[in-house]
C-alpha cells in the first residue's frame, strides 16, 4: 500500500507566524501535490512537482511557497501565516504516468 | 484540463443502488476519467478510472457514454460505511500531471 505521511497532524499558530507543513512518500513516485480543503471549497491545488528541485504553480498559490527537496520529501512553508489559511491541508503522491493519486492524512492547520 | 459537474449532494437507503453522474463536456482526447471518494477525516481514496465505454472492478463500475462527455459511476447495494464525497475528476497522462478536484457529490446513506 502506498504510503504518504503528513507532520504535524495538527498545528496552531498567530497571524504573522511562520509554520512548515511536511510531506513524505515512500512509493518513489515523481509527483507530489499540496492541497487545502475548505467547507464549500472541495479540495484546491496549491503547489505541485514533478521531481526534486521541481516546483510547479497550483490554483490557489498566494500565500503559499513549496520546496521539494528529495524524491521523498515534498514542504509546505506559510511565512507570514493569515486566518484565512486556516484549513485542512493534504499532501498526496502519484506515479509519472498514473495518476492515481494517494492521499496522507491531512494536517489541520489554525491560524489565530 | 476539462472541467467536471457533479450533483452537489444525493441520498440513498442502505441495500439500494447508487448512480453517481459526472458531466465533462470539454474532455479532450488525451483525458481520463476518475473517480475518488473521500470520507470524514481521511482524504481522498482512488476508486475506479476508465476511458471509454464500461470499466467494473471490485467496489464501483464506470460508465462512460459513447462521446464521453458523461461519466456515472454505480454503487451496488452501498451501505452506510459508502457515505463519502465521491470526486470525479478528469485529467490526462502527461508531463504535467496535475490533478484538480470539484468540490464533489456527498452521499448520504440513511438506515
Known amino acids: 500500500e502506498a504510503a504518504v505521511t503528513q507532520s504535524p497532524r495538527n498545528k496552531v499558530t498567530v497571524t504573522g507566524g511562520n509554520v512548515t507543513l511536511s510531506c513524505r512518500q515512500t512509493?518513489?513516485?515523481?509527483?507530489m501535490y499540496w492541497y487545502r480543503q475548505d467547507t464549500g471549497h472541495g479540495l484546491r491545488l496549491i503547489h505541485y512537482?514533478?521531481?526534486?528541485?521541481?516546483?510547479q504553480i497550483g490554483d490557489v498559490p498566494d500565500g503559499y511557497k513549496a520546496t521539494r527537496t528529495t524524491q521523498e520529501d515534498f514542504f509546505l512553508l506559510l511565512e507570514l501565516a493569515s486566518p484565512s489559511q486556516t484549513s485542512l491541508y493534504f499532501c498526496?503522491?502519484?506515479?509519472?504516468?498514473?495518476?492515481?493519486?494517494?492521499f496522507g492524512k491531512g494536517t489541520r492547520l489554525t491560524v489565530v | 484540463l476539462a472541467k467536471t459537474t457533479q450533483p452537489p449532494s444525493m441520498e440513498a437507503y442502505e441495500g439500494q443502488e447508487v448512480n453517481v453522474s459526472c458531466s465533462h463536456t470539454?474532455?479532450?482526447?488525451?483525458?481520463?476519467i476518475y473517480w475518488y471518494r473521500q470520507v470524514p477525516h481521511q482524504g481522498p481514496q482512488f476508486i475506479i478510472q476508465?476511458?471509454?465505454d464500461y470499466v467494473v472492478n471490485e467496489v464501483a463500475s464506470l460508465f462512460i457514454s459513447a462521446d464521453r462527455k458523461l461519466s456515472t459511476l454505480s454503487l451496488p447495494w452501498v451501505s452506510l460505511r459508502d457515505a463519502a464525497v465521491y470526486y470525479c475528476?478528469?485529467?490526462?497522462?502527461?508531463?504535467?500531471?496535475?490533478?484538480?478536484f470539484g468540490t464533489g457529490t456527498r452521499l448520504q446513506v440513511l438506515p
Open positions: 512509493n518513489s513516485h515523481n509527483y
Open positions: 470539454n474532455i479532450a482526447t488525451s483525458e481520463y
Open positions: 475528476i478528469v485529467t490526462a497522462l502527461s508531463n504535467t500531471n496535475k490533478v484538480v
Open positions: 476508465g476511458y471509454k
Open positions: 498526496a503522491s502519484s506515479g509519472q504516468r498514473n495518476t492515481e493519486v494517494f
Open positions: 512537482s514533478y521531481g526534486a528541485g521541481n516546483l
